[in-house]
């Protein structure tokens, strides 16, 4: 039994051979680092202007309303430009998924009625713990709000 790293080193775009007399129960422990990165759509997707959407490898991740906490909705919450996420494998989620954890800002739930317009206020926005799961499982935890693109915090000055 070897135990010990493959020869050579991989290079993109080609194969990596691990030549061994393999024996039954070897397995290959595969190490792929796939830092989580935010994204952004072309500037004529108006729709998509000053939002990200959030990659790990070819996954994409969504934020879904079963994830918020109390008092705040979809609508409030905000992507720091400098966020750090954390990749972190969940086995009683959904089957088990590998859920992207960070730091986000949020307004909490205000009632709008009666009302169109008002001042912005930034002093409202408040640190929250947010969970992102893959776009492909949501929708599996009852009725629920899901989005990809997700608006960047304001710059707070």
């Known amino acids: 039994m070897d135990d010990g790293p493959a020869d050579g080193a991989p290079r993109p775009g080609s194969y990596f051979e691990i030549r061994r007399k393999w024996q039954p129960g070897d397995f290959v422990d595969l190490h792929l680092p796939m830092p989580a990165q ?13 939002q990200v959407a959030v990659r790990r490898g070819p996954v994409i991740y969504c934020l879904e309303s079963p994830d918020l906490p109390g008092g705040v909705k ?12 954390i990749a972190r494998y969940d086995r009683r989620l959904l089957g088990g998924i590998v859920l992207l954890e960070g730091a986000a800002l949020a307004r909490p739930t205000e009632d709008w009625r009666d009302r169109l317009y008002r001042p912005l206020r930034l002093q409202d926005l408040k640190p929250i713990s947010l969970r992102l799961i893959p776009y492909c499982v949501w929708g599996n935890r009852g009725p629920s709000e899901m989005s990809v693109w997700l608006p960047l915090a304001p710059q707070l000055l």
């Not at 979809?74 to 996420?85: L, Q, Y």
């Open 74 to 85: 979809m609508s409030g919450v905000f992507i720091p430009a400098d966020i750090h996420w």
């Open 38 to 50: 935010l994204v952004e759509a072309n500037p004529l997707v108006e729709e998509d202007l000053n």
